[in-house]
């Protein structure tokens, strides 16, 4: 991440200087008027000087801090290959200001961890602020969220040869360290636990299934919020095996379960005062001689059985188990997962929102207006007595999806896991085709987004914090 340090007045050396420009203050740069700049948000106009560039970058007319945190991601983007630069947000709220910084802290990440070093990314960042007192506690809430977004993005990254259900494990213990207790069952207490849908999706491969629960205690005396995430570290399909190309992709299957870990880390890192648990099912979906198949009928965590369809369904049966196991150990006031689940939700909203299901309608309102704030939106899709009807099996329970051609698979997927929900109020959150960026953003460099934890955070601070409320 950025290091940030917050000054009263740039540095005198030749390090780029990023000027903030807001729409139609753009005349006291004559320059940048004759190029046609007018400080719409997105523009960019340069001016190279003998000792230091200076970048305007236009901000529009900003009236929230993603408007901000944009801005600071795209004049991050024009610096280009620094080492350092700075940020002049002198004038600015203390809020616009930090907002401003952690869109540069976003849009600056990227995945170096496998490669030779190559081009410079910026790793330095002078915030020039009129009042560092003033602006230093507002970073530090908002490099809290933005730690919890690229701790995902980095998770994601990881290739499924290195991040091993074990290793994917050993990462989360390290958040002890930040005052968050971690637990994690092994195969015995899944038995014991009688979560089968987590044991039979996990069963096919050598790297073991996981439940992994991350608690942050808070210092509010109430129920925690629950989040559910999908961690699969690689998905081949099992039996019901993917077609080759694209199945590379997998590999970041597990994107549900590292926004929530994500989210975690950004509550422990500002103390929130809110009560919080992580419920991850982590597993590998592999082909061996334990997979499970078609046709199969498992015995799942609630006790209810369920007629195996296609083992490349296999999110909705961890998911499954997951809920359910938080649902009954914690009973907590409200419960969202997250999971890279179908591609039908691809083919109905693309890359542009994540699907939205649930049970109750005040927290699926709440979550929607957590991600317009953070830029991670949502689109309400429905839960109907048809969806659940499709799933009724003829030898057990209920079937795990449905079979034929147009079928909406997604809202099948929330059907079967509304099933294990419980009467806790629940958010189900299909994140396919947003946990990755397929082209460079404000926000963020082509590659894994974090989409979800920035979310999460915000979530519970605009609605579960407040101790009235309890």
Known sequence: MLKLRLRRAPREDDSPLVVPVAEGDAGRFPFAVAAGFVGAAGQVAEQPGPARRLILVGCGTPKRPLEWEEAGGHGLAAAGAVK?????????????????????????????????????????????????????????????????????????????????????????????????????????????????????????????????????????????????????????????????????????????????????????????????????????????????????????????????????AEGRLVLADALHYAATHFRPQAMLDLATLTGAIVTALGAHRAGLFGTDAALLAQAAAAGEVVGERLWPMPIGARHREDLRSEIADLKQCATGRFLPDASHAAAFLREFAGAVPWAHLDIAGVDTLAEAAALGARGPSGFGARLLDMLVQMYFEDEERH
């Open 84 to 312: 350092r630069l700075a940020l002049d947000a002198r004038g600015l709220a203390p809020e616009a200001a930090a907002a401003l910084a952690a869109g540069a802290a976003l849009r600056a990440w990227r995945c170096e961890a496998y490669r030779a070093p190559g081009e410079k990314a910026p790793t330095h960042l002078d915030l020039v602020v009129d009042s560092p007192e003033a602006v230093l506690p507002r970073w530090a809430r908002a490099e809290a969220a933005v730690r919890g977004c690229l701790l995902a993005r980095e998770l994601v990254a990881a290739p499924a040869n290195l991040l091993t259900t074990r290793e994917f494990v050993r990462r989360l213990e390290a958040l002890a360290e930040h005052g968050i207790t971690v637990d994690v069952l092994g195969r015995k207490r899944l038995r014991r636990e009688g979560l089968g849908g987590l044991l039979a999706v996990g069963g096919g491969s050598a790297s073991p299934p996981r439940l992994a629960v991350l608690r942050w205690r808070g210092s509010v005396a109430a129920p925690p919020i629950a989040f559910i995430g999908k961690g699969l570290c690689f998905d081949t399909g099992g039996i019901s095996i993917k077609p080759a190309a694209g199945m590379e992709e997998m590999k970041a299957d597990m994107a549900g379960a590292a926004a929530c870990a994500g989210a975690m880390l950004a509550l422990a890192l500002r103390q929130s005062p809110a009560p919080a648990v992580a419920v991850l099912a982590i597993a590998e979906n592999m082909t061996g001689a334990e997979s499970y198949r078609p046709g199969d009928v498992l015995r799942m965590g609630n006790g209810r059985t369920v007629e195996v369809v296609d083992t490349d």
